[in-house]
């Protein structure tokens, strides 16, 4: 009677790992998307190939700059437009790309600004060296602000569980089968779970929340990492599916390998 009674304890160990760990690889999945500063800073040459972020950045320089310059602004928007379309003039343009992305998730409260220096950088000219900072219009989207909070002690507490309930189902001795079709449905969860939280969610969410230009910068991260999720999609599907055949053919074989009960039979002969 323990035998089945240790089995299903251990099925259910299983599932509650394998949920934690789906949940720790979802939220990870977001915070290397929406919720990574730092990510818009690497890859701040594909944020600013959004035309309407790179158009407000523009703008904001051009008319901090055009009067200082001396020059007219249709003038200075074709140096700022080269600049920030270079990808060296991107690696400029990093560091005011994660303090909007900071700001705009509630990691920082400081204002977004644009200095001198990186003003001379970016229009090419001395001139505009001593003009106050430009400040970047850039929201704190509460919403954002609170998931990102969650995300932060909600990852590391369900990766600690999954290894917890992962060890007591082992403990349990689980029967081969069981747990082969478990692991099996668990990785077909899993990827739909990257694919929603690896794309959907950083790709439509953000600019739903706020009509501010700062909220396309999530979505062009997922775009830039949307090979990446495919390809972990497709790889979690195809071990799902092989862990289903793979539990079939077990409980085949042992279905084949199980002796066949001859207590009835001699059970006649004795009549006989």
Do not use: N
């Not at 800073?41 to 407000?56: G, I, K, T, Y």
């Not at 602004?73 to 990808?87: L, S």
């Not at 909070?149 to 081969?176: G, K, Q, S």
């Amino acid at each position: 009677m323990m035998a089945p009674v240790r089995r299903s304890f251990a099925g259910l160990f299983f599932g509650l790992a394998f949920a934690c760990a789906c949940l720790t690889i979802s939220g990870f999945l977001l915070q290397r998307t929406a919720f990574s500063p730092d990510a818009s800073a690497d890859a701040a040459d594909v944020v600013l190939q959004d035309d309407a972020l790179r158009a407000e950045l523009v703008d904001v320089v051009v008319e901090a700059t055009a009067s200082q310059l001396q020059l007219t602004q249709p003038e200075v928007r074709t140096t700022v437009e080269y600049v920030a379309q270079h990808p060296a003039g991107a690696e400029l343009l990093a560091g005011v790309l994660r303090d909007a992305h900071a700001k705009l998730i509630g990691e920082s409260e400081a204002p977004v600004q644009i200095t001198g220096p990186e003003l001379v950088a970016i229009v090419r000219s001395q001139a505009v060296a001593d003009l106050p900072p430009v400040e970047l219009d850039v929201p704190r989207v509460g919403a954002l602000a609170v998931v990102d909070d969650v995300l932060a002690w909600l990852v590391p507490i369900m990766a600690i569980a999954a290894v917890a309930f992962l060890a007591l189902c082992f403990l349990a001795h689980p029967e081969r089968a069981a747990l082969v079709r478990t692991l099996g449905l668990g990785l077909l969860v899993l990827a739909s779970l990257v694919l929603l939280f690896g794309y959907v969610i950083p790709k439509l969410v953000p600019p739903l929340l706020t009509d501010s230009v700062w909220a396309r910068m999530p979505p062009r991260l997922a775009d830039r990492s949307l090979p990446l999720v495919v390809g972990a999609v497709l790889v979690l599907a195809g071990g799902g599916l092989a862990m289903f055949v793979a539990s079939s053919r077990i409980r085949r074989s042992r279905r084949w390998s199980t002796p066949v009960s001859t207590y009835r039979y001699r059970e006649e002969r004795s009549w006989s």
